[in-house]
């Protein structure tokens, strides 16, 4: 069975503080391992895929990684308004499978 | 492009009634999810339409839940003798084949949030 865990499961910050936000997984074969940011009463908003070990992608002040057991999306000087819940997400290799199975996420929040 | 569309946004429905949700995707995306998320979880799986065939169902989907994607466009999901464990934000996202890579990304819509009194 597919497993998603993310921690810390809540991340308070300063303006400025860099961090990183941890997903480990278990799946067999892994498709594609996803990011998304959820604000609170919306729906999930994508961020990035990865598909391999070794892969990394950046958008503006985020930056996500891929292990072969983990993923980490790295914050850079984070703004108020990165404030959000943040998903990691996992879909497997098997054929005809395209379900997600997703972590609880981190909730960041960013104070001025 | 508008963005995957859900209707109702909001629901409050009797313990026992049915209740209907429908998802609009992203216009040309060939491939619908519906998913569940209760307070504090990640989204959970329910089932994924390719076109108009239901091609994976979760576990989750009990006999009191059934969905539909009748011309491969719209889907609506229903909820029979709804309980209150069923209250939570019922999510659609929708993704395309047509670029042709490992996987194709989901985008959610807003959402609708049923609660059971």
């Known amino acids: 069975e597919d497993q998603v865990t993310q921690s810390p499961e809540a991340l308070r910050l300063q303006e400025g503080e860099s961090s990183s936000l941890n997903c480990s997984y278990t799946v067999s074969g892994l498709r594609g391992l996803f990011w998304y940011r959820q604000d609170p009463g919306k729906g999930p908003e994508f961020l990035f895929t990865?598909?391999?070990a070794g892969e990394e992608k950046e958008k503006e002040r985020l930056k996500a990684t891929l292990t072969k057991k983990e993923s980490f999306l790295h914050i850079t000087a984070p703004k108020p308004e990165d404030s959000a819940t943040y998903l990691c997400a996992v879909q497997p290799m098997d054929t005809g499978r395209r379900a997600l199975t997703f972590g609880s996420g981190t909730r960041l929040q960013v104070q001025p | 492009d508008t963005g995957v569309s859900q209707n109702p946004r909001h629901k409050i429905t009797k313990r026992g009634q049915n209740v209907t949700f429908r998802c609009d995707p992203i216009s040309e995306h060939n491939r619908l999810y519906w998913y569940r998320q209760t307070l504090g979880q990640g989204p959970e799986f329910l089932t994924y339409f390719q076109n108009e065939a239901q091609l994976e169902k979760s576990r989750l989907l009990s006999d009191r839940f059934s969905a539909e994607r009748p011309k491969g466009s719209f889907s609506t999901l229903e909820i029979q003798r709804t309980e209150q464990g069923d209250s939570a934000m019922y999510l659609c996202?929708?993704?395309?084949?047509?670029?042709?890579?490992?996987?194709?990304?989901?985008?959610f819509g807003p959402g609708t949030r049923l609660t059971v009194l």
């Open positions: 996202a929708s993704s395309s084949t047509s670029g042709g890579g490992i996987s194709d990304t989901q985008y």
């Open positions: 990865l598909y391999s």
